[in-house]
Structures are given as structure tokens and as C-alpha cells.
């Protein structure tokens, strides 16, 4: 299976603390992205890192990226109850392609 | 971005029968894209629908399991046919755009929830 790994599966934090979860992928990528999904709907993209970033900061959002051991995080800063859904990690191969492999997906749980 | 409005956004169906999702884009793009998530589970691309030709199907789904039609650049449907409980999913519509960095993202409709019993 090309699909990417993520962990933890699920994470449950309180309202105020940092989220940190982590995605591991199988192949050489263009770019790799963050996307969010509340309940079983549709996904939200969050955030993007290109092969050549290290690191990215969005709001309350900072991705890293290490293409020498193919894994990403994705840390959520001060989270808030809203925080509570599914975050994905997305990877593009080859520049053009519009194959996105997901990632396994962590339930993220922020209690107020 | 596009915004994609799908329907029904959830049914529940009987086994043996087929169900066709609607996806429609606010505006005019190359490619549209299905993917299929099983309960818990993550995102899995069934297909590519081109415009003017058949759809491009991933590995493990064929086209009469999962008919799929393009008649025009904003407009697709995705037919679960013939369904058993394992086809219980949801099934999301999806279209490639540039972001604010210029590299492409997807875009999601909001899914179609569907439970055979």
C-alpha cells in the first residue's frame, strides 16, 4: 500500500494545550499537505509544505518536514474545542500529478 | 477555491441496488476526482472524471462497480451499483485548484453518507 502513516490514531487534549501528530510516507514527494475533516464530511485543507521547505507556519498551525526520513508534523498551538476533528496528511508525487495519497488520519479530541 | 455542492448528503439503501451521486462545481474545471472513505478509514481515490471520456479508475474499482459521468466541465455523477454492506461508506467529490502557494490542493464537497443494510 502507498498510503502514508500517521500517529497517534487518536489524540484527546484539553482546551489550551498543544496537539502534535505526525505522518510517515512511502515515496519521494512534490509537496505534502495537512487537511482537516469535522464529522465525517468534507475535508478542509489546512496548510502546504513543499519538498524543499523545512518548516511552515499558518496562524496556530506549524508543519515540519523531513524528506531524509519521509515524515511531517503537524502542531496545532493553543488548541481550541473547535479544534476536534480528523487531520490528514496528503503527498503529491512528481509536480502535476493530482494523485494525493492519504494518510491513515488522527482523531484529534480537545476538551473544554 | 471552487465550492462542490453533493447529494443526497446521506441515504441508506437496500442490498442489491444502486445509488448515483450528484456533484456539482461553481465553476468550470479539467478534472473531478471520487474518492471513497469506509468507516474510521482514510480517503481512497476510486477515479479521475475527464471531461468528454471515460473516467480513469485506480487500482481495485471498475467502471461497473462504480459508473461514473462528466457530461460538462461542471457536473458529475457517481453510481454505486448493486450495492452490499461493504459498500458502506462515505463517497466525496473533489477537484484540484491552485492555493495561495501555487501548488495544487483539493477541494471537497461535503460527502454523501451511505449505509447498506
Known amino acids: 500500500s502507498q498510503q502514508g502513516e500517521e500517529d497517534p490514531q487518536a489524540l484527546s487534549i484539553q482546551e489550551g494545550e498543544n496537539a502534535t501528530m505526525n505522518c510517515s510516507y512511502k515515496t519521494s514527494i512534490n509537496n505534502l499537505q495537512w487537511y482537516r475533516q469535522n464529522s465525517g464530511r468534507g475535508l478542509v485543507h489546512l496548510i502546504l509544505?513543499?519538498?524543499?521547505?523545512r518548516e511552515k507556519h499558518s496562524g496556530r498551525l506549524r508543519v515540519t518536514l523531513d524528506t531524509s526520513k519521509k515524515s511531517s508534523s503537524l502542531l496545532i498551538t493553543a488548541s481550541r474545542a473547535a479544534d476536534t476533528a480528523s487531520y490528514f496528511c496528503?503527498?503529491?508525487?512528481?509536480?502535476?500529478?493530482?494523485?494525493?495519497?492519504f494518510g491513515t488520519g488522527t482523531r484529534l479530541k480537545v476538551l473544554a | 477555491s471552487a465550492v462542490i455542492s453533493q447529494k443526497p448528503s446521506r441515504d441508506i439503501c437496500q442490498r442489491g441496488t444502486s445509488l448515483t451521486i450528484q456533484c456539482q462545481v461553481d465553476?468550470?474545471?479539467?478534472?473531478m476526482f471520487w474518492y471513497r472513505q469506509q468507516p474510521g478509514q482514510s480517503l481512497t481515490l476510486i477515479a479521475t472524471?475527464?471531461?468528454?471520456?471515460?473516467?480513469?479508475?485506480e487500482s481495485g474499482f471498475v467502471i461497473d462497480k462504480f459508473p461514473i459521468s462528466r457530461p460538462n466541465l461542471t457536473f458529475s455523477t457517481l453510481t454505486v451499483s448493486n450495492m452490499s454492506p461493504e459498500d458502506s461508506s462515505i463517497y466525496l467529490c473533489?477537484?484540484?485548484?491552485?492555493?495561495?502557494?501555487?501548488?495544487?490542493?483539493?477541494?471537497f464537497g461535503a460527502g454523501s453518507r451511505l449505509t447498506v443494510l
Open positions: 509544505i513543499r519538498s524543499n521547505e
Open positions: 496528503a503527498t503529491a508525487g512528481r509536480s502535476g500529478t493530482y494523485k494525493y495519497i
Open positions: 465553476s468550470q474545471v479539467t478534472m
Open positions: 472524471a475527464n471531461q468528454g471520456s471515460e473516467a480513469t479508475y
Open positions: 473533489s477537484v484540484v485548484h491552485r492555493g495561495h502557494s501555487g501548488a495544487n490542493v483539493l477541494t
